[in-house]
T-cell receptor, first 114, second 115 residues
Framework: GAVVSQHPSRVICKSGTSVKIECRSLDFQATTMFWYRQFPKQSLMLMATSNEGSKATYEQGVEKDKFLINHASLTLSTLTVTSAHPEDSSFYIC??????????FGPGTRLTVT | GQQLNQSPQSMFIQEGEDVSMNCTSSSIFNTWLWYKQEPGEGPVLLIALYKAGELTSNGRLTAQFGITRKDSFLNISASIPSDVGIYFCAGQLGAGGTSYGKLTFGQGTILTVHP
């Protein structure tokens, strides 16, 4: 159990366009999901915490108008990168919380903005 | 904010050797988690520790939650080639407040196992 999926796994988009990434908990319900960003050979950086039915909480320095998060159900959270630019190219990973403490991660989405 | 120092940054070992890595924090965590990440994939949870002093095993992996709640270690015994990857520690404060459930990650330990 505790499987989290992400879609798409890879996406290439042109500068100025928007990209939506989906995160789903497949076999459990997650009231809280988290979105991370990871640069090559670096650790994961938390971008925002997403709670079902309420607004996301963004970490300091993360632009909420650029990274739109929607957590519409207990099994789905989406991250939309709006007006993407090359510097937004990165590996985006979501996680879903189960129980009080455990977080299970999705396989990640590689975003390349040209 | 809280910071985790994970060491070593990288390890090159021969198959069959034991491995040890650790994390230390400037402040207390209520939960410690250890993850493994392979290239192009998300981290996979290996071991979760919930109580100070707790020692938990998962196959060839053993992890401990330090008594001070500011450190944790992970040991891998009799390493095999498929152990290759990046290992991350993560600390969590736990319930309550705006930090509920949020993980603070260490910098990662890159493990290479030579056959």
């Amino acid at each position: 159990g505790a499987v989290v999926s992400q879609h798409p796994s890879r996406v290439i988009c042109k500068s100025g366009t928007s990209v939506k990434i989906e995160c789903r908990s497949l076999d459990f319900q997650a009231t809280t999901m988290f979105w991370y960003r990871q640069f090559p050979k670096q650790s994961l950086m938390l971008m925002a915490t997403s709670n079902e039915g309420s607004k996301a909480t963004y970490e300091q320095g993360v632009e909420k108008d650029k990274f739109l998060i929607n957590h519409a159900s207990l099994t789905l959270s989406t991250l939309t990168v709006t007006s993407a630019h090359p510097e937004d190219s990165s590996f985006y990973i979501c996680s879903a919380g189960r129980g009080n403490y455990e977080q299970y991660f999705g396989p990640g989405t590689r975003l390349t903005v040209t | 904010g809280q910071q985790l120092n994970q060491s070593p940054q990288s390890m090159f070992i021969q198959e069959g050797e034991d491995v040890s890595m650790n994390c230390t924090s400037s402040s207390i965590f209520n939960t410690w988690l250890w993850y493994k990440q392979e290239p192009g994939e998300g981290p996979v949870l290996l071991i979760a520790l919930y109580k100070a002093g707790e020692l938990t095993s998962n196959g060839r992996l053993t992890a401990q939650f330090g008594i001070t709640r500011k450190d944790s270690f992970l040991n891998i015994s009799a390493s095999i080639p498929s152990d290759v990857g990046i290992y991350f520690c993560a600390g969590q404060l736990g319930a309550g407040g705006t930090s509920y459930g949020k993980l603070t990650f260490g910098q990662g330990t890159i493990l290479t196992v030579h056959p």
